[in-house]
DNA sequence: CCTACCGATCGGTAGG
DNA sequence: CCTACCGATCGGTAGG
């Protein structure tokens, strides 16, 4: 035996993120509503209850994760297109980076979903705020492109994260890359 | 007082399609789970288990009203391509067709949207199989494009496919016109 | 981290 | 169409 009981809290340090990431895979996949404490407590071997010794509530843990997750996400999106200069090619990278995001099977990032519907209102209103913000970033990355004039950029953005976003929907893992899909993308949108 | 009682089961033929068109919805704006069988009975003036007279179960409400939605849907598409010969004319059509449904607010056709994450397994299956077959319209209409080689049909049909399911997710009526939208959507896919 | 529980809500049913 | 209920499940808590 050791000094502590098994039985007793466990306040390793890795023990809280281990709980998230169980949680981010859960939401991801059965949606928040799909998702039950009692389902995380399971994957992570303690009764439901146990949980509240790590998170506030369920509504907190969701958001934090989503938050967690754009804040990865953005800070990669950032990073691949730094060393960029041409308005295309970063458009492109940053294309490419949110979809590899979006296709990781059961990431930690994917809770960031379309979800929304499925949210009480006070977590919808955060999480619309926070996603607002995200999208700051292909604002300015649309707006620096020289697109032809039939074209607006507000829609264009609107659907070109859109459709980034959804890709997981119909996306199938094994039989083609996530590369292939965002050089499809691009090639799609590109338009001058 | 009338012959009948006024609390005693209403027989009225519109009375079933006015409960579908009610749960129809509240399983637009609130999604499957989100959406209580009290909560139908109570935009219909009863109470939730008085409901099972018209329906046999909330799973066969829901297949019943996507099975619905996506006949109708198909068949205005198929309607509106019907007088058109050039593929991208053909295909321009049933854009506009499918984005004025999935637009339309809290339209009986919106429960198509893909929910799927949120609902029971073996009704997954049954939607899936119905959407799969609506889904051969577009891959005939994409097949038939002369599209650069440098485009796969197949990705491409997912891409617009999902373009045109998930508009709903960002657009707010008012703002612009669903015919801005589409002519947008087949600007930026239009490619020879 | 568990036991034992709370009040609320869910889909659905029997019987009238 | 209602009353009155069923068993199941939910998020969360007190006390240890």
Redesign the interface.
Known sequence: MTKKDVASADERPGRRHQILAIAAQLFA???Y??TSMRDIGEQAGVLGGSLYHHIKSKDALFVELHDAALDEAQGRIVAAIATRADPWDRLEAACACLLDIQLAPDSLTLPMM?DF??VPEAVRELLVARRDRFEGVFRELVDALPLPE???PS??R??L???L???A???RPGR?ESG??AA??V???R?E
């Open positions: 996949r059965k949606g509503r799909g379309n519907r499925e039939s074209i607006d829609i264009y609107n659907l994260l859109s459709q976003n959804s890709a929907d119909w996306y083609l292939m899909i499809q993308i090639t799609i949108f338009h």
